[in-house]
C-alpha cells in the first residue's frame, strides 16, 4: 500500500519499476502471480472478515439512503462463485500466452536489414474502481501478465477488503525479483486528482464504474483513458424469434446478475409478437420479479390477456421517454415494440452506450445485419448479454470493457494491455543509411520482402 508519499513519489516510483521489469523474463511475471494466488489463500479468513465490515457499513448507507442496492451487492466477495473465480482468473491469467514480444509484421528492407513490430507493454496503468473489491486481482494479474506496472484505486466503500488484497498481492510480489512498487494501491481521491496530471509517467487510466466517476475521470486528464460510461445494453425479439430462445436468454441477460454493465437494460420487440411470443416473455419476466416499463403497445398487449398476469398492476408500468436512457442496474427492463429490423438496429444506435447488444431470431440475414449494423462492442446471435466478459471470453479476467473504437474494444484482456514497437536490425558489416536507397545511379530499392517467423531473432 502507497502512504505517507506524494502522488508524484508514486507515479514515479511505478515508472522505475516498470522499466526495471522489462529486463526481466517473462517467466518472472508467471512465478508473482503464482505467489500472488498463496497468498490470496492464505489470507482468505482475514479478506472475508474485512469484506463483511464493508458489507456492514454499506448496509447501513443503503438503509440511510445514501448507497444503491446494486452497488452494495457489487461488493459482497462472498456472493456466489465471486471467490473462486476471482482466484480462478489469476491462474487463467498465468496460463494465457505471454502477450508481449509477438511479432505482427516483418519486411525485409533489403539484404541483412529487417524491420519487425514487436508487442510491448504500455507502460504505467492508473485503474480507478468502484466497489468491486475483486477488481484489484482481475487488474493486478493482468497488468503483471502484460509486463505493465498498475497503481490501483478501490471505492471508499470497499476499503477494508481493497486493503487486505492489497497487501496479499504485495506480499506475493515481495517473494520475487519484480520491484516492490510494480503494482501499488491508493486510497484518497486527493491522490487520485494529482495523479491524474502526471501524464509524464502514467500512461493509461482506466476507469471501471458508473457513468459519473467515468466522465469525470474523462474531463480531468490528459492522460489517455479506456472504459465505458455505460452498460445500456438491448435485447431485440426479431419478427422470426422462437419463443423458448426469447424466453431464457432475455430472462438471463436481465436477472443472472442484475447490477452489472452487461445485463440488459431495454428489451424491443417486433411489432408481429406483440401477442405471442412477447406475452411469454413477459409473463416469464415478472414471475422473475422483474419490473417491465413499457411502452403503449407493449402494455396493451399484456392488458388485454383474457387472464392478466399476476403481478401485472403492481410490476407493469408506462414507460416514459427516459426510460431508454436509463442503466437501470435492477429487476427493471424497458420495453418498446418496433415495426422491423432496420428501426430496431436505429433504435440501438441512438439509445446504447455500445456496450453489447444481443438479436434473437431465427433468420440468419437478420442475424447478419444486426451484427453488422449495430455499432456496439458486442453483437450477440440467440445469447445472453451476459456473455461479454473476459473470463467467458477466455482471456482469464479483464481490466474492463472498452466501448471505444481505437486500440481496444469489448472486454479488455492481456492484448488490450499492449501496444506495439519497432524494431529495426541491420546485420551489414558497414550498418545501413537512408541515403543509399532512392531513385537514380547508384540507388538502391526497397526489397520489402515478407519475413518467415513469429519471433524477433535476438
Request: some cysteine; aromatic content about 6%; charged content about 20%.
Amino acid at each position: 500500500m502507497a502512504s505517507d508519499i506524494t502522488a508524484e513519489e508514486i507515479a514515479k516510483a511505478a515508472k522505475v519499476a516498470f522499466e526495471e521489469s522489462q529486463l526481466f523474463p517473462a517467466t518472472v511475471r508467471i512465478d508473482a502471480l503464482a505467489k500472488i494466488r498463496q497468498q490470496l489463500e492464505a489470507n482468505k479468513a482475514e479478506i472475508f472478515a474485512a469484506n463483511k465490515l464493508d458489507m456492514e457499513a454499506a448496509q447501513v448507507e443503503v438503509d440511510a439512503g445514501k448507497m444503491s442496492n446494486a452497488m452494495m451487492k457489487r461488493l459482497d466477495l462472498g456472493k456466489g462463485d465471486k471467490w473462486d473465480s476471482m482466484l480462478k482468473g489469476v491462474q487463467d491469467v498465468a496460463d494465457l500466452p505471454d502477450p508481449t514480444g509477438v511479432v505482427s509484421y516483418t519486411s525485409q528492407l533489403d539484404d541483412d536489414l529487417e524491420l519487425y513490430r514487436v508487442s510491448c507493454p504500455i507502460g504505467v496503468l492508473l485503474v480507478i474502481f468502484e466497489a468491486r473489491p475483486e477488481v484489484v486481482v482481475n487488474i493486478a494479474a493482468l497488468a503483471i501478465k502484460s509486463g505493465n506496472a498498475a497503481i490501483l484505486k478501490g471505492g471508499k466503500e470497499s476499503n477494508h477488503t481493497t486493503h487486505l488484497l492489497a497487501k496479499a498481492i504485495s506480499q506475493g510480489l515481495s517473494q520475487t525479483s519484480l520491484p516492490s512498487t510494480y503494482v501499488q494501491a491508493i486510497q484518497t481521491r486527493a491522490e487520485v486528482s494529482a495523479l491524474l496530471d502526471l501524464d509524464r509517467y502514467i500512461d493509461l487510466v482506466i476507469p471501471r464504474g458508473g457513468k459519473s466517476l467515468v466522465k469525470a475521470i474523462q474531463n480531468s486528464t490528459r492522460i489517455p483513458v479506456m472504459g465505458h460510461a455505460d452498460g445500456l445494453c438491448h435485447v431485440y425479439l426479431d419478427e422470426s424469434a422462437d419463443s423458448q430462445k426469447a424466453v431464457r436468454v432475455v430472462v438471463d441477460s436481465k436477472t443472472d446478475y442484475p447490477s452489472a454493465c452487461n445485463a440488459a437494460e431495454t428489451l424491443i420487440v417486433h411489432t408481429s409478437l406483440l401477442n405471442t411470443v412477447w406475452r411469454e416473455v413477459a409473463q416469464a419476466l415478472l414471475a422473475a420479479d422483474v419490473h417491465l416499463l413499457c411502452d403503449s403497445h407493449t402494455l396493451s398487449a399484456l392488458a388485454s390477456l383474457p387472464n392478466v398476469p399476476e403481478r401485472f398492476s403492481s410490476h407493469v408500468h408506462s414507460s416514459t421517454e427516459s426510460s431508454y436512457s436509463v442503466e437501470h442496474l435492477d429487476l427493471t427492463i424497458s420495453v418498446i415494440a418496433l415495426p422491423s429490423l432496420h428501426s430496431a438496429i436505429q433504435f440501438i444506435n441512438s439509445h446504447s452506450s455500445h456496450h453489447t447488444d444481443s438479436i434473437i431470431t431465427e433468420s440468419e440475414r437478420a442475424a447478419s445485419a444486426f451484427c453488422r449494423g449495430v455499432d456496439s462492442a458486442g453483437t450477440f446471435v440467440n445469447a445472453s448479454t451476459r456473455f461479454a466478459d473476459g473470463f467467458r471470453y477466455g482471456f482469464g479476467t479483464e481490466v474492463g470493457i472498452s466501448t471505444g473504437r481505437i486500440h481496444a474494444r469489448g472486454p479488455v484482456g492481456l492484448e488490450g494491455l499492449v501496444t506495439y514497437k519497432y524494431i529495426l536490425r541491420s546485420k551489414a558489416e558497414r550498418g545501413h543509411t537512408v541515403g543509399e536507397f532512392g531513385v537514380g545511379e547508384g540507388k538502391k530499392s526497397f526489397k520489402h520482402a515478407a519475413i518467415a517467423t513469429t519471433s524477433v531473432p535476438f
